[in-house]
Nanobody
Framework: QVQLVESGGGLVQAGGSLRLSCAAS????????MGWFRQIPGKERQFVAG????????IYGHSVKGRFTISRDNAKNTEYLQMNSLKPEDTAVYYC????????????????WGQGTQVTVSS
């Protein structure tokens, strides 16, 4: 089992920045791929970004490419999501997730999930 805990959410003005963190514990392995998803009420959970365990390969959702950066520190079992140039449409609950194997954008492939952290971007 892997436990994931997100932090760093909050309220920010449009154009501002936030950095989310996700601390992993339990059976953590550097071979896990990690991802970030977001969800607003009544909508499907949307892929934001992912990073592979060993190679550090990253993938991004179309709406955040060029503004968000995912990274990880395997020594600290922590992944990060640096969010710049935030827009009101980025407002959502952001979830950290982990999966075995290669990084993917499909939420059904992720085995472990955090509880989420709220990000609110005001206009």
């Amino acid at each position: 089992q892997v436990q994931l805990v997100e932090s760093g959410g909050g309220l920010v003005q449009a154009g501002g920045s936030l950095r989310l963190s996700c601390a992993a514990s339990g059976r953590t392995e550097s071979t896990y791929s990690m991802g970030w998803f977001r969800q607003i009420p009544g909508k499907e959970r949307q892929f934001v970004a992912g990073i592979s365990g060993l190679s550090g390969t990253t993938i991004y959702g179309h709406s955040v490419k060029g503004r968000f950066t995912i990274s990880r520190d395997n020594a600290k079992n922590t992944e990060y999501l640096q969010m710049n140039s935030l827009k009101p449409e980025d407002t959502a609950v952001y979830y950290c997730a982990a999966k075995y194997g290669a990084v993917r954008a499909l939420k059904v492939e992720y085995d472990y999930w955090g509880q989420g952290t709220q990000v609110t971007v005001s206009s």
